[in-house]
């Protein structure tokens, strides 16, 4: 679960990152976009407020005794406003003087820009004839600077505005990416649950609706690969039963005839059609528990909590004849042990490795086949004081068909082989050391914790 969590919580990460820069670049342009549409409407304010200014100084004028040449004290304007007033003969009336006028228009109000004393100025100009031929010329103006502060307002407000949008966008795509990944990671919480050889359906009734199509074309495939692995399974068994049964029949009228006295002459020839026969029986048992090892196979089987301590039992008394044959020294020391496993499995795992520690270790010698736990994890072993793997060979074994040469007992090279199939199957750690004073093999098979 808690891998599920940090999942989660990664692709959430990932898609904030991914949508940060393109918000980011949205941002800046809603910001220049407004700040510069605030900027003219605030620009459009203060240039009526100027015109306002100018009217109302045309006004005074024309109310005054003498428009042409009106009384410089009855003129005015609010303060931080440059002013001027021109008579029709060009001479300063009131106000500034030297202030720049706005250009010529087709209308009586003009505006325009200008510098005065180092400083711009936007400036509003009105043209009011007051006696036939001649025109007072009325220029209303302030510095640019003064405009400065509600555009600053602006520009940070925007900012502000537009950072916290940008903020709470990423909050909801976060909750919403949270809210929508819960029904995925039910599902994912489902699979993990499960075995890696389970095949059973998902639960599709516990899911959301929009994430069951996904169970449903996986609940599809599990179906499919069950369907694979139980007629994989049952080709094999077919297969073990039509060889094996004709092979035993063979070599079992092969031995009726080899008692006969009128075979005598032919003896040593049906001896080694006999040791023929014995060897092609034990390659076709071996390559069938190899098929049937493997994982595509044994997907249909099912694991079940198994003692090794039964296992290592039966598998001693399946052999218990052939060691005294040999003249070995076969024991056990089993302590209590289960694992979920496949009991046919372990015992063809165990098997192989009993045959091989039987077959390569001289008269004499002892086989000790072991169970138990180490560090919490359940284990089987089988130990010799035969000649041994050389430590450059020991990968190689695991290969199939593959013998050490100079081999001097007959064998097919697929007993390791096979071993390390059911080994993985069951993911166990399988490794070859050296016996007891570096003689011998011990070959382990240390299964996972529960």
Not at 272 to 291: E, F
Not at 343 to 365: E, F, I, V
Request: aromatic content about 6%; some cysteine; charged content about 20%.
């Amino acid at each position: 679960m808690s891998e599920s969590i940090a999942s989660a919580k990664s692709i959430r990460r990932r898609l904030l990152l991914f949508l940060l820069p393109p918000l980011t670049l949205l941002m800046l342009v809603g910001v220049f976009i407004n700040y510069r549409t605030a900027t003219i409407f605030v620009r459009a304010a203060y240039d009526q407020k100027l015109a306002d200014i100018a009217r109302a100084l045309e006004t005074q004028i024309q109310h005054s005794s003498d428009p042409a040449h009106p009384e410089p004290e009855s003129l005015n304007a609010p303060a931080g406003i440059l002013f001027s007033v021109t008579g029709g003969n060009g001479k300063l009336v009131a106000g500034v003087p030297r202030l720049p006028a706005a250009p010529v228009g087709s209308t009586p109000l003009t505006y325009g820009d200008a510098s005065y004393e180092g400083r711009d100025l936007r400036l509003v100009t009105c043209r009011a004839p007051t006696t036939p031929g001649a025109v007072t010329v009325i220029t209303v103006a302030e510095y640019d600077d003064s405009r400065s502060n509600p555009g600053r307002f602006i520009l940070a407000s925007t900012w502000l505005v537009d950072f916290i949008q940008v903020d709470i966008t990423l909050l909801i795509v976060w909750i919403g990416v949270h809210l929508g990944l819960k029904p995925l990671l039910t599902v994912r919480r489902q699979i993990e649950a499960r075995s890696a050889r389970e095949l059973r359906p998902l639960d599709a009734a516990s899911v959301p609706t929009e994430v069951r199509p996904l169970v449903d074309a996986l609940n599809l495939l599990f179906e499919m690969l069950s369907g694979a692995a139980r007629a994989q399974s049952q080709f094999v068994a077919d297969t073990a039963h039509q060889l094996r049964t004709p092979i035993a029949g063979l070599l079992g009228s092969l031995q009726v005839l080899m008692r006969e006295p009128a075979a005598a002459p032919l003896q040593s020839r049906l001896a080694s059609l006999y040791d023929g026969l014995s060897t092609l029986s034990h390659s076709a048992n071996q390559l069938l528990a190899l098929a049937q090892a493997d994982r595509s196979t044994s997907l249909a089987d099912v694991f079940r909590k198994t003692d090794l301590k039964a296992v290592v039992e039966r598998a001693v008394e399946r052999n218990v004849d052939r060691a005294v044959e040999c003249g070995l020294d076969l024991g056990a020391e089993c302590s209590p042990a289960t694992v979920e496993a496949n009991a046919r499995l372990l015992d063809d795992l165990l098997g192989n490795l009993m045959d091989n520690a039987l077959k390569y270790t001289p008269s004499g010698g002892r086989v000790t086949v072991r169970c138990g736990y180490e560090t919490g994890r359940p284990f089987l072993e089988v130990e010799d004081d035969g000649p041994g793997i050389p430590e450059v060979e020991r990968p190689r074994v695991l290969e199939r068909f593959y013998r050490i040469p100079g081999s001097a007992a007959g064998g097919c090279g697929l007993g390791l082989a096979i071993v390390d199939e059911i080994a993985r199957q069951h993911d166990a750690r399988l490794s070859i050391e050296s016996g007891a004073e570096g003689r011998g093999t011990r070959i382990r098979v240390l299964f996972p914790g529960s």
